[in-house]
């Protein structure tokens, strides 16, 4: 049978980097093929390319044998090649329905939208991955956990031949991701073929078919999967870097200190109903449950950009919000990065005050202090004078954990949600070593995960939010049961969020 | 060059192209030979010393409102009001300078005349400002209904009292408040034609506003929050402040651009007294593209445009000229994916 979609030698640069340089791979019917790979090797790129959304320097993709125009994603989504990108092409000021039928609007006689069609549709995808989503909230209101699935259901509607999914998983919940590979097994037992990128080998192990290694713009080596074979994956781990992994965190015994950040009985709208909890000096404390329970607000509110409606947030140095906790946000495009300013200035946003003498930025204390920061979130230095969307979306995440990180080492409490959202695993080890770090200084640390796996490697204890408010506090050690029990236990609600997004 | 710069210059190219051919098929429809149209309006300008004078005496004024409109553009607003920021200041600054005492010497006479046409222009920056930061009014919005309250204002003023009596003018500026002509400052060649000193002041300003959003905090912030509001926020930079500011200082830019002509030209303030600048410039920043030599550039180009006009104005009339600039704005705006962001901002945000 001849593969539904071959790339052949595709090649593309960006100034002196070679993001992808020739590369041929062939994806086949019915299988679901893993494209992996350390932030920045080239998936995202070389999978743009195969989607016609980034026009190949050389080479072609070809769907059934003959060739696409190169960089017209609208053919290629004709030809039936559709892909979730790894950065969200959602209309913000859009519903969930409208963009998940945006320009496949299902219509009555005389071009009327059928809504109640479209909603039919919309709700049999999601269904078929399991999620359920708030049709009606707008794109800008919800957090990343529910873009992500809109994304998906988005693509499963469009009914591709091919589908392409860039990093679907690293903002979903384990239930969530086997929910959604079982999905994609049905579509490919029917015919179509699969791509996924992902940084979780585990899911490589358990659900591919197919793995190929990208490094620095090269294919490395394609595998086929015999049933999740551990010395394969071992093989894999070691194309991906070139070297054997790093060790696993060691987790350390902490003796947490007085208490740095208390929030009492918080209340935000519908999303925050009463949310209560302290955590110590010296103490890494995770918040897991499903995207959409509340995390959003919470951060908001910890942050200082939203005010709540009732409750209050307390830390040591500081009253409430602003300047007591050091942030990472979600989005990292929206909230996290400027992202068509350089990545130097964005690795030092919000602290021009530190670098400025009379007004005048000084050039050379700034350039200085970026470097370091590049070097502790091991980007390159040339990377400093790209703009921040010109990186890959590991190499994003970097920064925004690295400014932050290192920015906020003053601030007494650090709350980071989705900490290690796309980044590789040696990346992911690195930040989870900051992590540690900065409570072993003495922060209060609080993450937020959809990852439980990541939580229960960093924590102390384990809160679980479930319908705006803390339903369950466990050990890191405690069953999987009694986590999906606290998080699941009564029926996803349907969020309201406020508005209240700045422009 | 970036895929996205390439593009916004081809946009700028594309643009000025269609608003040429607009113009040039106006005349042909109007019974004229483009060609010798076009060739008068080279040589009514560049071909002649008092052309050249009075394009850049054009060119002065809007290089000072483009670096007004391509300041507040940075910072993410659209500030169409330097039309009434600029004709206020006019009339402020020739209220100031005729009122100052007759023996005040020329280095405190300029410098307060001066600021008062910048602190005109940035006081008809607050509403929009205020409205802006604290209600998320729409500035587009706030500036346009500006200006008709300049309109309105400076007629009041003038029928009651500014003016003198019988006229639409001002009282004459004392001399020490004058900018220098150049043709009086040695450039003989420019002979009659009113270029002055504002001039290389406006050179200046250009200058500093380039260097200020580079090199300061304030600046770079401004610039950081026009690229993008949310994230600014989030990393705790003043957003509001910041847009607040970009507005105050591009208001008061508008309004330093009326010192050429009532200070360096005319002596005085009359009814429509450097019309037209304001919304000119709005073409010289959406040419200019945020850079200065750029909006240099496009300040000569719309000033040889205006002073063209007066140079055919015998065979066709000389709004063939304003043509071109309407096309050059609406289609840098509809190409330009930042213009759009910012116009469009409430509508899709
Ligand atoms: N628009 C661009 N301009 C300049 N460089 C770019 C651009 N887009 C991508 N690159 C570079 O191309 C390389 C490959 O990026 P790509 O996004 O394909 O990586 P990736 O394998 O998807 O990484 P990640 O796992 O972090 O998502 C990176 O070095 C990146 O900086
Ligand atoms: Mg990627």
Known sequence: ?503 | MTAASRSAVLATVAGLAAGWLAAMLLVWLYGESPRAIALQLVTGTWAVPYGVGQVLYKATALLLTGVAVDLALRAGLFNIGAEGQLAVAGLAVAGTAAGLPATTPAWIALPTALATAALAGAAWAVVPMVLRVRYHGHEVISTIMMNRVADALVAFCLARGMALPGTVRTADAIPATHLPRLDAVGLRALHGSSVSAALPLAVGVTACVAVWLRRSRIGREVVLVGMSPRACEAAHIPVGRRLGVALLVSGAIAGLAAAGPVLGNKGYFESGLGAGAGFGGIAVALIGRGHPVGLGLAALLFGTLDQGGLAINGRVPMEVVTVVQGVVIAAVALADARIRAVALRGVTS
């Open chain 1, 1 to 503: 049978m001849p593969a539904i979609l071959s790339l052949d030698r595709l090649e593309k640069r960006y100034g002196a980097v070679r993001a992808v340089a020739g590369v041929s791979l062939e994806f086949d019917a019915g299988r679901v093929h893993a494209v992996v790979g350390e932030n920045g090797a080239g998936k995202s790129t070389l999978l743009r390319m195969a989607a016609g959304i980034v026009r190949p320097d050389a080479g072609a993709v070809r769907v059934l044998g003959t060739a696409l125009p190169p960089g017209n994603a609208r053919e290629a989504i004709r030809r039936g090649v559709g892909m979730v990108q790894q950065q969200f092409a959602l209309a913000a000021s859009l519903t969930a329905l409208q963009n998940a039928i945006l320009g496949a609007e299902p219509v009555r006689a005389l071009g009327a939208l059928d809504v109640r069609r479209a909603r039919e549709r919309a709700d049999a995808a999601a269904q078929e991955i399991g999620v359920a989503l708030d049709w009606d909230a707008r794109v800008e209101t919800m957090g990343v956990g529910d873009r992500q699935r809109l994304e998906i259901v988005r693509t499963l509607m469009r009914e591709a031949k091919v589908v392409i999914l860039d990093e679907p998983t690293a903002v979903l919940t384990p239930g969530e991701a086997d929910a959604l590979y079982a999905t994609l097994r049905r579509l490919a037992e029917a015919g179509r073929a699969v791509v996924v990128v992902t940084h979780r080998l585990d899911e490589v192990r358990r659900y591919a078919d197919v793995a190929s290694v990208i490094r620095r713009g090269v294919l490395v080596s394609t595998r086929t999967m015999h049933g999740g074979a551990e010395d394969s994956i071992a093989a894999i781990t070691r194309d991906i870097m070139g070297a054997e992994p790093p060790p696993q965190l060691e987790r350390a015994r902490r003796t947490p200190g007085e208490v740095r950040l208390a929030v009492r009985d918080l209340h935000s709208g519908r999303a925050l109903r009463g949310v209560r909890f302290e955590v110590r000096s010296g103490e890494i404390v995770g918040i897991a449950g499903v995207d959409g329970n509340g995390q959003h607000e919470l951060v908001r509110v910890l942050a200082g950009l939203d005010a709540p409606d009732a409750g209050e947030v307390h830390s040591v140095g500081g009253g409430g919000g602003i300047g007591c906790a050091a942030v990472v946000h979600e989005d990292r495009l929206a909230e996290g990065l400027v992202p068509s300013a350089l990545v130097r200035d964005n690795l030092v946003l919000g602290e021009l005050a530190r670098f400025t003498r009379f007004g005048i930025v000084d050039a050379a204390a700034l350039d200085r202090e970026a470097h370091v920061r590049a070097a502790r979130a091991q980007l390159s230095a040339a990377s400093l004078d790209l703009p921040a969307s010109a990186l890959s979306g590991g190499n994003q995440q970097r920064v925004v954990v690295a400014r932050v990180v290192c920015g906020g080492e003053r601030a007494p409490v650090l709350v980071l949600a989705q900490p290690t959202r796309g980044v590789d695993l040696i990346a992911a080890r690195a930040i989870h070593g900051e992590i540690v770090r900065a409570a072993e200084s003495g922060k209060a640390v609080l993450v937020l995960s959809a990852d439980l796996a990541e939580l229960r490697v960093l924590c102390d204890r384990i809160l679980v939010l479930a319908r705006g408010r803390i339903a369950a506090e466990l050990p890191p050690d405690a069953p999987d049961a009694r986590f999906g029990e606290a998080m699941l236990g009564a029926p996803r609600p349907v969020v309201e969020r406020s508005s209240e997004v700045a422009p």
